[in-house]
């Protein structure tokens, strides 16, 4: 099983549209998770971290349920400039560094 | 506008080469970081430096030699590599010691680099 898991999509979503992606993670232990956002042919930037009691930013609120072991990110009101891989990344203190998910890729279409 | 600068942007290298990657970072990080990514997969760790120490090497080939002169700077040494090495390399860096809880990174744009 992977460390870290995700759909890979694509989702493909119209504008305006809700969209919610999940990950699942094996390592009860991780105490920390991030969703970074990656465009093609860039650099993964720092979208949001994730926290216990959940957290919003603007259109993006992620979720963190630690008994289930999973993290979501929930995009509302979708704008075109949202279409990119989303992933998330976990940390292992046992291993000493972050574990990516594989993406997942969202196209926002006009 | 990243913070962390990688230079060069593109590489293409034969395989008898040696080249180098650099990058540096001027926020303070203690822990540096490469990173491997091929298209269409997350990126793969390969070295972490933490306070100027190599603290993690994820069995990378030896043909792959880092080294962190100091706080700011991180390259890495290219020798001898294969085709499947092509890959974007990415460097980041994080404000403690790897692994803290609540680590962020922040990447660099990446070298693009095709081994011919």
Request: with cysteine.
């Given at each position: 099983?992977?460390?870290?898991e995700?759909?890979?999509?694509?989702?493909?979503?119209?504008?305006?549209a809700?969209?919610?992606?999940?990950?699942?993670y094996?390592n009860?232990?991780?105490?920390?998770?991030?969703?970074?956002?990656?465009?093609?042919?860039?650099?993964?930037?720092?979208?949001?971290?994730?926290?216990?009691?959940?957290n919003?930013?603007g259109?993006?609120?992620?979720?963190?349920?630690?008994?289930?072991?999973?993290?979501?990110?929930?995009?509302?009101d979708?704008?075109?400039?949202?279409?990119?891989?989303?992933?998330?990344?976990v940390?292992?203190?046992?291993?000493?560094a972050?574990t990516?998910?594989s993406?997942?890729r969202?196209?926002?279409?006009? | 506008?990243?913070e962390?600068?990688?230079?060069?942007?593109?590489?293409?290298?034969?395989?008898?080469?040696k080249?180098?990657?650099?990058?540096?970072?001027?926020?303070?990080?203690?822990?540096?970081?490469?990173?491997k990514?091929?298209?269409?997969?997350?990126?793969?760790?390969?070295?972490?430096?933490?306070y100027?120490?190599?603290?993690?090497?994820?069995?990378?080939?030896?043909?792959?030699?880092?080294?962190?002169?100091n706080?700011?700077?991180l390259?890495?040494?290219?020798?001898?590599l294969?085709?499947?090495?092509s890959a974007?390399?990415?460097?980041?860096?994080?404000?403690g010691?790897?692994?803290?809880?609540?680590?962020?990174?922040?990447?660099?744009?990446?070298?693009?680099?095709?081994?011919l």
């Amino acid at each position: 099983r992977k460390e870290v898991e995700q759909d890979p999509g694509p989702f493909n979503v119209p504008e305006g549209a809700t969209v919610a992606f999940n990950c699942t993670y094996s390592n009860s232990a991780s105490q920390s998770f991030f969703w970074y956002r990656q465009d093609c042919r860039k650099e993964p930037k720092l979208l949001m971290s994730v926290y216990s009691s959940g957290n919003e930013d603007g259109r993006f609120t992620a979720q963190l349920n630690r008994a289930s072991q999973y993290i979501s990110l929930l995009i509302r009101d979708s704008k075109l400039s949202d279409s990119a891989t989303y992933l998330c990344v976990v940390s292992d203190t046992g291993r000493r560094a972050l574990t990516f998910g594989s993406g997942t890729r969202l196209q926002v279409q006009p | 506008d990243t913070e962390v600068t990688q230079t060069p942007k593109h590489l293409v290298m034969g395989m008898t080469n040696k080249k180098s990657l650099k990058c540096e970072q001027h926020m303070g990080h203690r822990a540096m970081y490469w990173y491997k990514q091929k298209a269409k997969k997350p990126p793969e760790l390969m070295f972490v430096y933490s306070y100027e120490k190599l603290s993690i090497n994820e069995s990378v080939p030896s043909r792959f030699s880092p080294e962190c002169p100091n706080s700011s700077l991180l390259n890495l040494h290219l020798h001898a590599l294969q085709p499947e090495d092509s890959a974007l390399y990415l460097c980041a860096s994080s404000q403690g010691p790897s692994g803290g809880v609540g680590e962020k990174l922040f990447f660099g744009s990446g070298t693009q680099l095709s081994v011919l």
